[in-house]
């Protein structure tokens, strides 16, 4: 095991490897299943979730409040982001899910990803989380 180098004031990873894959570590994919559903910070720290609102169903998703979302990542400064993709698994033309943002937030982009088995594209996205003050975020999609 190779020992990170230490900077001033942090860790620089891949400093001397810079010809080498970066790997990092990712928790099991959340699943979320219904067509009701209130994302939790949880459920956003695993970085990937799938989803699938059921039966013949599409989904309403909610993004956790810009509260909740402090609460649970109190580390985050104004300008930090992070990202979550969700993959649809719905296999019914009804199974898209619609996203909200939350108290607090503001969903920038597509707020809709389609059903895996009828739609031949927009069947999953990406996400990124960026605070722009307290229990404030933009949601931005990015993919």
């Known amino acids: 095991i190779m020992a990170l180098p230490n900077g001033a004031g942090g860790y620089q990873v891949g400093d001397g490897n810079l010809g080498e894959i970066s790997f990092s570590n990712t928790s099991t994919p959340v699943a979320l299943t219904g067509a ?4 939790t910070a949880a ?7 799938t989803m699938d609102s059921g039966g013949t169903d ?3 998703y909610v993004f956790p409040t810009g509260a909740l979302l402090d609460a649970a990542f109190p580390s985050l400064k104004v300008g930090s982001t992070f ?4 993959i649809n698994l719905g296999d019914n033309a009804a199974n898209d899910v619609v996203f909200t943002a ?3 937030n503001t ?3 597509n707020d809709t990803i389609q059903d895996s088995l009828t739609k031949t594209s927009n069947t999953s996205g990406t996400f990124r989380f960026r605070k722009t003050g307290d229990a404030a975020y933009s949601i931005y999609r990015v993919a």
Do not use: Q, R
Not at 36 to 39: D, E, Y
Not at 43 to 49: I, N, R, T
Not at 83 to 86: I, L
């Open 107 to 109: 969903l920038v982009g």
């Open 43 to 49: 459920d956003l720290a695993s970085g990937v979730c």
């Open 36 to 39: 009701a559903v209130t994302i």
């Open 58 to 60: 599409a989904g309403a």
């Open 102 to 104: 939350g108290t607090g």
């Open 83 to 86: 990202d979550c993709a969700f």
